[in-house]
């Protein structure tokens, strides 16, 4: 069964650094989506992408954050300067459509920023 | 703004009781309507959706749900829980005025004692 991919699994950084974090969506989705999930608090949408744009961002979304699809089979999320309120697990997601079709999560990337 | 509520946050259960997890969901127009579980250490699965007709909808692993429009709901049912059913279960809406985006729930820790 195909499913979305994400690593790494784990990454530690420190504040200020920049992080990549990597995702491989279902071959034949077109919609693709970030969230995040603070410990302890609910799955927060971040972005999402189609047609190699931005469709929609959130609040949380700023200039720090940025998406990218850079050869047609990833979409990485770039925080350029982490801060210590980034921690948190973030998830990769994608669709067939914006509408009508569920949604396909990876497994997370849990960001640890110290 | 569209909101989910999930009226409890860890519910804790014995083998063979029956579970109903609710969710409530705040926005007058057309909804999708998903429950994903996420099991310890994995990602975001999908147990069902709605998207039209008939109200009672049927997912993975005996799980099912109705779709109450007057009350903006859709809870989730399940007859009898078993051991592997402890997990965190999470609600979430997607309105046809905002594309593909997910709109979560806090999530409901399910724990179901042996």
């Known amino acids: 069964e195909p499913e979305v991919t994400q690593t790494p699994s784990h990454q530690v950084t420190q504040m200020g650094q920049e992080v990549i974090l990597r995702c491989v969506p279902i071959?034949?989705?077109?919609?693709f989506y970030w969230y995040r999930q603070i410990l302890g608090q609910k799955v927060e949408f971040l972005v999402s992408?189609?047609?190699?744009?931005?469709?929609?961002k959130s609040e949380i979304f700023d200039d720090q954050f940025s998406v990218e699809r850079p050869d047609g089979s990833n979409f990485t999320l770039k925080i350029r300067s982490t801060k210590l309120e980034d921690s948190a697990m973030y998830f990769c997601a994608s669709s067939v459509t914006s509408g009508g079709t569920e949604a396909f999560f990876g497994q997370g990337t849990r960001l640890t920023v110290v | 703004a569209q909101s989910v509520s999930q009226h409890n946050h860890h519910v804790i259960l014995s083998e063979a009781a029956s579970l109903e997890l609710g969710c409530n969901y705040s926005?007058?127009?057309?909804?999708?309507l998903f429950w994903y579980v996420q099991y310890p250490g994995q990602h975001l699965q999908l147990l069902l959706k709605y998207f039209s007709g008939d109200p009672l909808v049927k997912g993975i692993k005996g799980f099912e749900a109705e779709f109450i429009k007057s009350k903006f709901s859709f809870n989730l049912r399940k007859p009898s829980v078993q051991w592997s059913d402890t997990a965190e279960y999470f609600c979430?809406?997607?309105?046809?005025?905002?594309?593909?985006?997910?709109?979560f729930g806090q999530g409901t820790e399910l724990s179901v004692k042996p």
């Open positions: 992408f189609y047609n190699n744009e931005i469709s929609e």
């Open positions: 071959s034949n989705h077109l919609y």
């Open positions: 926005y007058g127009g057309t909804v999708n």
């Open positions: 979430a809406v997607k309105t046809n005025n905002q594309g593909g985006k997910l709109i």
